[in-house]
């Protein structure tokens, strides 16, 4: 008794080759396809979208900031809660290629950037450096 683990080879292999299954294309990841098609966008491009993006949310007023010397803020908007409460939010944007790290640097210049009652926010296509985790989490920063 035996057992065939590679049955298309088998059938190749005695001549039955129309019985062989055609290739499984590969899943379509949506994921990997934004990705791609993010990591194609230059700085200024990716600022407009993360703009959009801002504004997609429910962000009103959202522009952007980003040029030389902003200080870290690529992109402003403020969040009104049912005219409760309203959130301004300062918004750095890095679109690295995959496997970068943000530094520590980095996430201070956005920190010492926004006011006091606002929030901040870094979105990128890279990971953080564990001294970047550790900027963001002080508390009373300044």
């Given at each position: 008794m035996f057992a065939i683990?590679?049955?298309?080879?088998?059938?190749?292999?005695?001549?039955?080759?129309?019985l062989v299954s055609a290739p499984k294309a590969p899943a379509y990841d949506a994921y990997e396809v934004v990705l791609d098609q993010?990591?194609?966008?230059?700085?200024?491009e990716f600022e407009v979208l993360i703009t959009h993006l801002l504004t997609a949310l429910g962000f009103e007023g959202s522009e952007r900031t980003g040029k030389p010397g902003d200080g870290g803020v690529d992109a402003t908007g403020e969040l009104s809660v049912s005219n409760l409460a309203k959130i301004k939010?300062?918004?750095?944007?890095?679109?690295?290629?995959?496997?970068?790290?943000?530094?520590?640097a980095a996430v201070k210049e956005l920190r010492q950037a926004i006011p006091r009652e606002a929030q901040g926010a870094f979105i990128t296509t890279a990971?953080?450096?564990?001294?970047?985790?550790?900027?963001?989490l002080q508390d009373g920063f300044a």
């Open positions: 683990s590679q049955l298309d080879e088998f059938l190749t292999a005695i001549g039955k080759e129309n993010i990591l194609r966008l230059d700085d200024k939010i300062f918004v750095q944007a890095k679109r690295y290629k995959l496997g970068s790290k943000i530094s520590a990971d953080f450096q564990r001294a970047a985790h550790d900027v963001a």
